[in-house]
């Protein structure tokens, strides 16, 4: 079992702004009396989000999960089925189910846990209609292949970017690729504001309903032309995440940082690998998991880390295996159980001290031992 929320060790921390620069925020929304409604700091953190994810107009939206459901129905997507990996968050699959589309599970790399674009590929039949991807804990799924997939069949492409702030695929941020793109900037990402979440699109016209569904379907005029939700980020969701979405560069510069630490120090450990990062991708790391020859070696860890107070998370829990989905689920995805039965998501966060993940690391090392060789993923 992994150690318990109360860990004193957590799995992830919020990187916030200084307190006196939010307050100053905060005084100007209470004066303004703005709260809502796509005010100045909603306006800010857009312009913002345009800079850093290269696209020209991202939207905001109260939470990646809510963002992707619109969009998909913002693609005005005909009625099939999607092609979506099983090793994600229930959100990928639960914003298909909300649009009345059949998730078709695809396996994922066995390196970069990301989807298999050939494993998609022999999934097409007439009644595809969509790819939704996902880019895991940061590191960006293959978007090429993904593009040109979606292109030669004529399917819709959504990529499900909630831990995607960060990464990069062959130079650009994670904005500018497919139909639409969703990103998460909940508490456990590495820039937040607090709840909220950012969509871009590449149609203008899709882009164009979304900010008619995000505001319930209608704008103004009290007459509802598509059937929304309420997605509007208020104006202190937005105030801090437009704060925050400056710190994103000293965020990644940290997190990588440490990962270094992290594979420095566990290189010679034979029973354990990374995620692999392709040479044309950044990884975000908004999660680092590492993957043990057995499962066996997984839950000695697990339990050598929690008895050390340390949190750690069995993550992604499948979706082939979750209760809501399992009459969709139509064949083995071997990949992605050996995931579930093998990865362990370790603490990973702006002020993790140096001291902590060196001792988180080598109780990994002795819990493992020393293998013979090095054996690293990328
Ligand atoms: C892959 C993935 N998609 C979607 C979400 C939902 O994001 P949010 O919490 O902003 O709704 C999460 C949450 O972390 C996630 O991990």
């Known amino acids: 079992m992994a150690a318990e929320p109360n860990a004193s060790i957590p ?130 799924a293959p978007i090429a292949p993904l593009e040109s997939l979606a292109r030669d ?94 710190l994103l560069d000293e965020a990644l510069a940290r997190r990588q940082a440490q990962v270094e630490r992290y594979r420095d120090a566990l290189a010679d450990c034979a029973d354990a690998t990374w995620q692999a990062v392709p040479a044309d991708c950044v990884h975000g790391y908004k999660d680092l998991a590492l993957q043990f020859r057995t499962a066996e070696k997984r839950a000695a860890v697990e339990s050598a880390l929690a008895a050390r107070g340390v949190m750690t998370k069995r993550y992604f829990f499948p979706a082939h295996r979750m209760d809501a989905y399992a009459e969709f689920v139509r064949r083995r995805l071997p990949v992605t159980d050996q995931l579930h039965d093998r990865l362990l998501c370790i603490p990973l966060y702006h002020d993790l001290p140096d001291e902590t993940l060196d001792s988180i690391a080598a109780t990994i090392r002795q819990t493992l031992g020393r293998g013979r060789e090095r054996h690293r993923a990328a």
């Open 11 to 140: 799995i992830t921390r919020p990187h916030l702004p200084p307190l006196e620069q939010f307050s100053e925020v905060v005084a100007d929304i209470f004066q303004s009396r703005m709260l809502s409604n796509f005010a100045k700091y909603t306006k800010r953190l857009e312009e913002r989000a345009a800079r850093i994810l290269d696209h020209p107009q991202p939207y905001s939206v109260s939470s990646c999960d809510i963002g992707l459901a619109l969009a998909w129905k913002a693609l005005d997507c005909p009625p099939g089925e999607v092609i979506v990996p099983s090793f994600t968050f229930c959100s990928t699959v639960n914003a298909l189910r909300w649009n009345g589309l059949t998730p078709v599970f695809a396996d994922v790399d066995p390196e970069t846990y990301c989807i298999d674009v050939d494993d998609a590929r022999r999934l097409i039949t007439p009644r595809t209609v969509g790819v939704a991807a996902v880019h895991v804990f940061g590191l960006p």
């Open 153 to 246: 069949h004529g399917l819709k492409l959504v990529f499900d970017a909630a831990h995607g702030l960060g990464g990069r695929y062959r130079g650009s941020a994670l904005g500018a690729f497919g139909d639409a793109s969703v990103f998460s900037l909940s508490g456990t990402k590495l820039v937040t504001s607090g709840e909220g979440g950012l969509a871009t699109f590449r149609d203008p016209a899709a882009a164009e309903r979304f900010t008619f569904l995000r505001v319930y379907g209608f704008k103004g005029d009290y007459n509802c032309r598509y059937i929304g939700l309420n997605g509007k980020l208020s104006e202190l969701n937005a105030a801090l995440g437009w704060l925050s979405l400056d």
